[in-house]
């Protein structure tokens, strides 16, 4: 008779390699049968399993499962769902169980970031507290990079090398028609309160001052006058600049610089990016030439241009959730460990959920240049071996084969439905 | 005794390709010692010429040279400087001629787009008239695939690549989320008023409804009802939809749909691009979620995921210009030919600039689908050889290892300076 069947989802924004730790957990599960019965996914994240909307992926083969470590996005589907403390979300935990109980799980693999540890870690309580215990693991993903304890994060390596890469290349792009025409070029990225997936920006030149790159951190304050004096120095040096500027860059009143009350001809309230915002201040300043770049879903969509590191560790993380599931382990993540800079290696550690979720670790001040606009040679050491190593997908006439998976339907036990 | 020095020049807007045709230049040059002596290179395009600002390429050793045919952006610098008619620019053509002459530089080649075979045209006459005729042979370049006669001009193909791939990539991203976050994504693209990098993005889908994509072509007009019915039908179908908007889209008016008139809250008139303008038509009529990208200059200078089709391409029109100046031919372009389909089969042939300067080729009405909004099968045929296969740069830690060059300047040899 098999164990225990499992449950895996995805939350929260979607990587280059959230589908990889999808493998990693459900090729591990596979080798363990005895222990593991099936690996159900959510349809969407937790509201899959809110909804009893499970997806058996034991109708996937071992190749489409093998696909998943060079696809992008969420094959399962992710949501963007919280699940508040046990008195605001009793149904929700509730329901939960029910599903749980119904479909035999025992396991509980949540792959998301630090929102997703804090649910993990309820689930694992309250299933506990009523009475049919679940071994709750947190899977870690996220792009910004911001999950405390694990030295860094699956997803963020990805970015970051699309960053390094596209800052790299769009700077030489400017550097060669800025004697007539674009000066200043700005890249918007991601990062939410985090400057991390920014700093990767300075990655573009191989050490400080090899191409001149201005960062806009959300740990610094935006200092107008400090800034503009920063891009006409480059400029005066190099003929160009470019500026990384992050989604979460403030101003002296704590608001985000991106809201700048923008109105159409008719009065309508426009939303836009920093991107613009920043590039329009060099131009009201400097008068110099500018282009400007959203790189948005891109950036984190990018698996044609994973990093290998990247794309390794989302692997061993999968595994590793089900390993520490096996061994009895509970309210657990498995976490990146740096056992060395040069030659680079890492191992995988266990973090306990409690001292994870909802904490938010920033950029260190270590990290962050004197002046505030660009890395430290710290901060490079820490970021350059996380975007090491290339991991194509194959490609079919030009184009990169995803793969697309069946989601079979697991027929439902529970009469009635759930509202979300 | 050698012959006469060839000139080199980069024009217009860069490419990830731009500097592998140089490498087809230079390299084939450098095997015709006895007919062609030097090739310098100008310095930011026809700037340098103008200057005296002339790089000596034979300083550049085997290797970084064959280094330029995975390095994108200009590397010798480019330009937007436009000569006009002998008329209104004698000084400057007058100018070319005596450097020209100065250097005993016998074959122009200029790498461009539209204006730029207008002045290689223009270079070849005029110097004839003054007396030292020089061959001028064009050599073809422009993301925007606008150039006539050719089938298809190198730059292109990497760039449609490029957003044929992240269209797919952030497709499947909102695919993943769209249950309760994002459901409309809209990718702003270039192509000026060419619809041909925005039909790229119809590659995402395989085939015809794969992914919901809707597409803006500067070609047709935008229609804001049948925008959103076509939008709205697709989220419907599918749960999300992707757009790819082209900045060249203009509004009934015939004004470009970016010129919204917008304002910050000082009243300042701030530039914003067209995927804002979308993404904002889409709120205010569907009340959807969405996401834009602008890609910008990463589009154009992503050598990390360039066509091979196009590297190979980019290269044999290089060579093919020397070969064609070593024959005689003057005011000439090499163009791309289309033999066959399937398996696709393309030869060089030669084009008089006559027919090439001063055209703009637009998008068939026959490769945009009936309701405006997408590819016609006969369009994807044209297309899809164009993205066909990889080409890799090689990496470093991570890094794809771009050559800068040494760019040593050739010494001046005419007294006075030349105002530009």
Chains 1, 2 share one sequence.
Not at 143 to 148: E, H, I, S
Request: charged share 25%; with cysteine; aromatic share 8%.
């Amino acid at each position: 008779m098999p164990g225990k069947n499992a449950f895996y989802a995805q939350s929260g924004g979607v990587t280059a390699v959230i589908n990889v730790s999808a493998a990693g957990v459900i090729e591990t599960a596979r080798k363990h049968k005895k222990q593991i019965g099936k690996v159900y996914a959510g349809r969407n994240g937790i509201i899959g399993a809110l909804t009893e909307d499970l997806i058996d992926t034991g109708k996937e083969s071992a190749s489409a499962i093998a696909a998943l470590k060079h696809t992008p996005s969420g094959a399962f589907g992710s949501c963007r769902y919280k699940l508040k403390s046990l008195e605001e979300s009793r149904p929700q935990y509730e329901r939960l169980i029910d599903v749980f109980r119904a479909h035999n799980i025992g396991y509980f693999f949540y792959n998301g970031g630090g929102d997703s540890a804090d649910t993990c870690l309820k689930v694992s309580q309250i299933s506990e507290a009523m009475g049919f215990p679940i071994q709750a693991i947190h899977v870690p993903k996220t792009v910004d990079n911001d999950l405390p304890i694990t030295d860094c994060c699956p997803g963020f390596g990805s970015v970051a090398k699309y960053i390094a890469v596209s800052t790299r290349e769009a700077s030489m792009d400017v550097a060669s028609m800025a004697k007539t025409s674009t000066k200043v070029f700005v890249l918007e990225v991601m990062g939410r309160h985090a400057g991390w997936i920014a700093a990767a920006g300075g990655l573009a030149a191989d050490k400080e001052g090899d191409l001149p790159i201005v960062i806009l951190f959300p740990e610094v304050t935006f200092n107008r006058k400090k800034f503009i004096a920063r891009v006409d120095a480059k400029v005066r040096k190099h003929g160009y600049c470019s500026v990384v500027v992050s989604e979460g860059v403030k101003g002296p009143g704590g608001k985000f610089l991106s809201d700048q009350g923008l109105r159409d001809a008719f009065g309508h309230a426009q939303l836009g990016g920093v991107a613009p915002v920043v590039a329009n201040i060099v131009k009201e300043e400097l008068d110099l030439k500018y282009h400007w770049s959203v790189a948005d879903y891109l950036q984190r969509a990018a698996r044609h241009i994973a990093s290998k590191t990247d794309v390794d560790q989302a692997y061993a993380v999968g595994k590793a959730a089900v390993e520490m599931a096996l061994k009895g382990h509970n309210a657990v993540m498995p976490s990146i460990v740096r056992k060395s800079n040069t030659p680079y290696r890492w191992a995988i550690g266990m973090a306990d959920l409690e001292k994870v979720a909802n904490k938010e670790k920033k950029m260190p001040a270590s990290f962050i240049s004197r002046d505030g606009f660009g890395i430290t040679a710290k901060c490079r050491q820490y970021l350059a071996p996380l975007i090491k190593g290339e991991s194509y997908p194959p490609y079919r006439n030009g184009m990169p084969r995803y793969v697309v998976l069946k989601k079979v339907a697991v027929p439902k036990k529970l009469s009635g439905t759930f509202n979300i």
